[in-house]
T-cell receptor, first 113, second 109 residues
Framework: GAVVSQHPSWVICKSGTSVKIECRSL??????MFWYRQFPKQSLMLMAT?????????EQGVEKDKFLINHASLTLSTLTVTSAHPEDSSFYIC?????????FGPGTRLTVT | QKEVEQNSGPLSVPEGAIASLNCTYS??????FFWYRQYSGKSPELIMF????GDKEDGRFTAQLNKASQYVSLLIRDSQPSDSATYLC?????????FGKGNQVVVIP
């Protein structure tokens, strides 16, 4: 139980384009999902907290107009990286909360060329 | 001071030995504490959580929590090559997880 999926697992896009990443809780409903970013050799950095039916809460320093988050249902949250640039290349990981524990998706590796 | 600190460098242990990892946190009001294992290129997976002072054992893993001293540790007994990974300490505060930078463990056969 408590399985979280992400799609795609990796994506390469050109600078200036937008990329959408999906995060799904497969066998449970998650009122709250989280989006993290991890650069090589660094720890996970929380980008935003996504609550179903309401606006996401962004961490300080994260541009909400660049990283659009939509939590459309209790099993799906999406992160759209708009006008991506090479510095946005990173490992993006979502997690879904179940009874105060977070279960992580497998991550999406984004490369912007 | 960072919210969660893991200061030890890479840890090399012989197969079968005990690996010991430490973590300190700054928010005295934190209530729940987690250890995640992350293999290179993969996302973290939860291996232990602890809420109360003292020890909690799960198989070869033991988590220890001392709220007065604001530290949490992880012991891995009978270390196996498959335990080679980065171990992340995470502390729940303000309805969000704060992660330490992680400790790399290398188990030498």
């Amino acid at each position: 139980g408590a399985v979280v999926s992400q799609h795609p697992s990796w994506v390469i896009c050109k600078s200036g384009t937008s990329v959408k990443i999906e995060c799904r809780s497969l066998d449970f409903q998650a009122t709250t999902m989280f989006w993290y970013r991890q650069f090589p050799k660094q720890s996970l950095m929380l980008m935003a907290t996504s609550n179903e039916g309401s606006k996401a809460t962004y961490e300080q320093g994260v541009e909400k107009d660049k990283f659009l988050i939509n939590h459309a249902s209790l099993t799906l949250s999406t992160l759209t990286v708009t006008s991506a640039h090479p510095e946005d290349s990173s490992f993006y990981i979502c997690s879904a909360e179940l009874i105060y524990e977070q279960y992580f998706g497998p991550g999406t590796r984004l490369t912007v060329t | 001071q960072k919210e969660v600190e893991q200061n030890s460098g890479p840890l090399s242990v012989p197969e079968g030995a005990i690996a010991s990892l430490n973590c300190t946190y700054s928010d005295r009001g934190s209530q729940s504490f987690f250890w995640y294992r992350q293999y290179s290129g993969k996302s973290p997976e939860l291996i232990m959580f602890i809420y109360s002072n003292g020890d909690k054992e799960d198989g070869r893993f033991t988590a220890q929590l001392n709220k007065a001293s604001q530290y949490v540790s992880l012991l891995i007994r009978d270390s196996q090559p498959s335990d080679s990974a980065t171990y992340l300490c995470a502390v729940n505060g303000n309805n969000r997880l704060a992660f330490g930078k992680g400790n790399q463990v290398v188990v030498i056969p």
